[in-house]
Structure formats: structure tokens, C-alpha cells
């Protein structure tokens, strides 16, 4: 009897604690189930919120651009590019006070010569970008940068004698001049500065060569801001040529000013 007690003791205990696991794994899986669910619908919300912002940005960024008048800029082209097509005759006239590269006005051999809009500084409002495509020492290279303020063209960059600007991946505007010694790489940070009134403005650093100030070291290095070559560092050719890798050379395509602006 006493037997038969013990043995229906232990089957109650193992059904009991049978039943016990499976409540408790039943519940782990609900638990489970519920954590998922919540980190899905916090993803999901975080998305959205996301979405929304992005969203908002892009919208603010086109209702500022289309309150943009850029027929000063179509102004210029034209007249660029009329200009090129009669060879800039010396009684050729332009209504516009903008400047623009005087590399232009006496165009190399095998060289197109064109225009593009973009927004470098993302402020709602396109800069107009002369340059040209070419040969592979200038392919991408730019002449010219406008903004606009106060409803007017304002030249900002203008490639001199010598000199070459490009726009880089990384969202720099390099800025090369041969000095025919010496010679500088400059890398700059476009906030719609005019880059004639102060070169330290947007600066991010310079890498120079003189081979007149130094034979056996020519290399040196300037911080952002300076523009003092005198304040400049030694450095040596692997770590300059490190800096000049780290500005890969975006190549821009132009539109041509008019079909037969190739000379």
C-alpha cells in the first residue's frame, strides 16, 4: 500500500513538474516573443522618425533652392560663351561685372570648355562652376566659382597664371599653385568665401614644396588658417605625399558653353 502511495507521489511530482517547465518555457517563449515585438515596433518607430527629419531636410533644402533666382548665372554663360564663339573681339561687351579665368578668354588646343551647377556648402543654393575637360593634366579642372548674394553673381574662386583649382571626393576644393621653384597644394573647405580677400578663410591645410628654402628637406606642412608659408613645418616626401593621397580628385564633367567650344 505504502509502495503504491510513493509511486503515485512520484508520478504527481513529475506530471507537476512537467507541467511546471512547460509553463515556464511556454512563458520564456512569450516573453521572448514580446521583447522581439518591442524592439521591432522601437526600429520601426526610429525609422520613421528618421524618414520624418530626412524627410523635413530635404524639403527645407528644396523650398530654399527654389526661391533661388539663378538667371544671373544663365546671364553670364551666355555671354562666356558668346564671347568664346567671336573670340572675345576687343570691343566684345558683357553687361555683367563678374570676372572669370583669363584662361578663357585664350583657350588651349583639345580643351572643352563648360559649366555646372552645384551646391558645394549645401545651403540651398547651387554655385556655378567654369572648368574644363580635356587633356589629362586639366580634365575636371575649375576656372571659376560663383555664388550668389543679395540676389547678384559673386565670384569667389578665379584660377590665375599658373594656378588650378579642383573639387575633391571628399568635399575639399584643392587649390594647386606653380611657382616654378616652388610649388603648393592647398586644400580648402568652401563656405562662399571669397577666396582673393583672405586665403585663410576655410583653410584646411597646405602642403608645400621650395626647393630654394630647403634643397636637402624641400617639403613642409601648414595647419588650417595658416597662410604664412614662414610658419610652415618640414615634413618628409612619404608624409606629404600621404596628405596629397587623402584629396582624391573628383572629375567633373562640364556642359560645353556652346558645340563648338572644343579648339
Not at 517563449?29 to 522601437?42: G, H, L, Q
Not at 616626401?237 to 572629375?251: F, R
Request: glycine share 8%; charged share 25%.
Amino acid at each position: 500500500m505504502r509502495r503504491k502511495i510513493f509511486l503515485c507521489a512520484c508520478v504527481g511530482l513529475f506530471v507537476l513538474n512537467a507541467c511546471g517547465n512547460e509553463v515556464a518555457s511556454q512563458r520564456a517563449d512569450e516573453n521572448a516573443s514580446a521583447i522581439v515585438e518591442s524592439t521591432e515596433k522601437f526600429v520601426v518607430q526610429q525609422d520613421l522618425e528618421l524618414d520624418d527629419t530626412t524627410e523635413t531636410e530635404t524639403e527645407e533644402h528644396q523650398e530654399k533652392e527654389a526661391e533661388v533666382d539663378y538667371s544671373c548665372y544663365y546671364r553670364h554663360i551666355e555671354q562666356v560663351a558668346r564671347g568664346i564663339e567671336l573670340g572675345f573681339p576687343d570691343d566684345y561687351v558683357m553687361d555683367l561685372e563678374a570676372e572669370f579665368a583669363v584662361c578663357i578668354r585664350f583657350p588651349a588646343t583639345d580643351t572643352q570648355y563648360g559649366y555646372l551647377l552645384r551646391d558645394l556648402n549645401s545651403d540651398g543654393i547651387d554655385e556655378l562652376i567654369f572648368g574644363a575637360n580635356g587633356p589629362e593634366s586639366c580634365d575636371g579642372t575649375i576656372y571659376d566659382i560663383y555664388t550668389i548674394k543679395d540676389g547678384m553673381i559673386v565670384s569667389t574662386f578665379i584660377v590665375c597664371d599658373r594656378e588650378r583649382y579642383y573639387l575633391c571626393k571628399n568635399g575639399a576644393i584643392a587649390y594647386e599653385s606653380d611657382g616654378g621653384d616652388s610649388f603648393s597644394y592647398s586644400y580648402y573647405d568652401y563656405v562662399g568665401q571669397v577666396l582673393m580677400d583672405d586665403f585663410s578663410v576655410g583653410l584646411r591645410e597646405r602642403v608645400l614644396y621650395d626647393g630654394l628654402r630647403d634643397m636637402n628637406n624641400p617639403w613642409f606642412h601648414s595647419g588650417a588658417g595658416i597662410v604664412d608659408f614662414e610658419a610652415a613645418t618640414p615634413i618628409t616626401e612619404e608624409q606629404a605625399k600621404s596628405i596629397l593621397n587623402s584629396y582624391e580628385y573628383e572629375k567633373l564633367v562640364f556642359t560645353p558653353f556652346y558645340d563648338g567650344a572644343t579648339f
